[in-house]
């Protein structure tokens, strides 16, 4: 069995912001190496760099300096319209508010990126069926939006992530807007998928929900802190038994 390969490698990368007369500096010489299946916590309070430094990795935004490269791909000068190919060939987005298109079905929301793609209809069709079979919403393929639960909802949207077969998914706060019961459900999604050998980048700040991954990177003031692999992750089953159980105590 092979080495895993880089899929990111970032060099020396700032990143700096003119407000008038006033340069803040947003990230400041970040160096990291995230390899292939690989689960990384990207990690830090409000304004620590790391919204900014996944926006990076996604190709939302440029460095003001350093080297970004995706998958043996230099990606940090390129134009808005090669990072976009990439983006679409390469990474699988879930968000914090879903960003669900309200008026179609699961299945067409899954669709979608592959529309972009350029992919004839009945491969679309295939693969997003495949993607929500992944999260345990095949019987709701036909389901709107506002017919799903939050938890079902942001199933959809990783199931829209993973139908592009892409390189790596990056998942920015996807357990915000879901109460404990549903992040659990959520995460132990996500480490399903990343058993199955997809590289999963998640954005926190909830330390609870980084210890489902493997590994944590922590951001202050633009620098990385901490760059350390998880000893105990948490297992889902049991965090679920343990929600259930105060739960229980809680209404009795």
Known sequence: MSAAHSIIKTVDITKVYGMGDIQVAALNGVNIDIHQGEFVAIMGASGSGKSTFMNILGCLDAPTSGDYILESI??????KNEKAKIRSQKI???FQGFNLLSRTSALEN???????????GHVRHERALEALRAVGLEKRYD?????????????????RALATHPSMILADEPTGNLDSKTSIEIMAIFQ???????TIVLVTHENDIAQYAKRNVVFRDGRIIKDMMVTTR???????????AT???DNA
């Open 143 to 159: 389901h709107k939006p506002n017919e799903l639960s939050g938890g079902q909802q942001q199933r959809v949207a990783i199931a």
């Open 192 to 198: 399903r998928l990343n058993d199955q050998g997809i």
């Open 74 to 79: 230099p990606v940090a000068r390129m134009t």
């Open 92 to 94: 699988g987005f879930v």
């Open 247 to 249: 739960s229980i105590v």
């Open 234 to 244: 948490l297992n889902p089953e049991e965090e679920m038994k343990r929600v259930l």
């Open 110 to 120: 899954v669709e979608l990126p592959m529309m972009y793609q350029g992919l004839p």
